[in-house]
């Protein structure tokens, strides 16, 4: 059983920083690609970014690209995203998800979710 779990949400002012980070239990994650997506009250669940597990190749939407970085540990099991530079746009429930597949931004590819953390940027 794959297990995800959130962390590092918050309120930060506009310009300010966060790191999320997602520690994940219950299977080997070696050949899994992990993302990051983020819903917005009203809005469809939007892709962040995401990494490959055991190559750590890189993928970003255009409105994150240069503010935020993706990365994995993976002696500890965890995956991040640092986020400089945020926006009042960036306010959403950010979610981690693992797909034992391809590099994907696609949500129907991800097979194991998260629950969420709550990020919160003020103008």
């Known amino acids: 059983q794959v297990h995800l779990v959130e962390s590092g949400g918050g309120l930060v002012q506009a310009g300010g920083s966060l790191r999320l980070s997602c520690t994940t239990s219950g299977q080997t994650f070696s050949s899994y690609v992990m993302g990051w997506f983020r819903q917005a009250p009203g809005q469809e669940r939007e892709f962040v970014a995401a990494?490959?597990?055991?190559?750590?190749?890189?993928l970003y939407t255009d409105s994150v690209q240069g503010r935020f970085t993706i990365s994995r540990d993976n002696a500890k099991n965890t995956m991040y995203l640092q986020m400089n530079s945020l926006k009042p746009e960036d306010t959403a429930v950010y979610y981690c998800?693992?797909?034992?597949?391809?590099?994907?931004?696609?949500?129907?590819?991800?097979?194991?979710w998260g629950q969420g953390t709550q990020v919160t940027v003020s103008s």
């Open positions: 998800a693992a797909d034992d597949h391809a590099l994907t931004r696609y949500p129907e590819e991800y097979d194991y």
């Open positions: 990494v490959t597990w055991r190559a750590g190749s890189t």
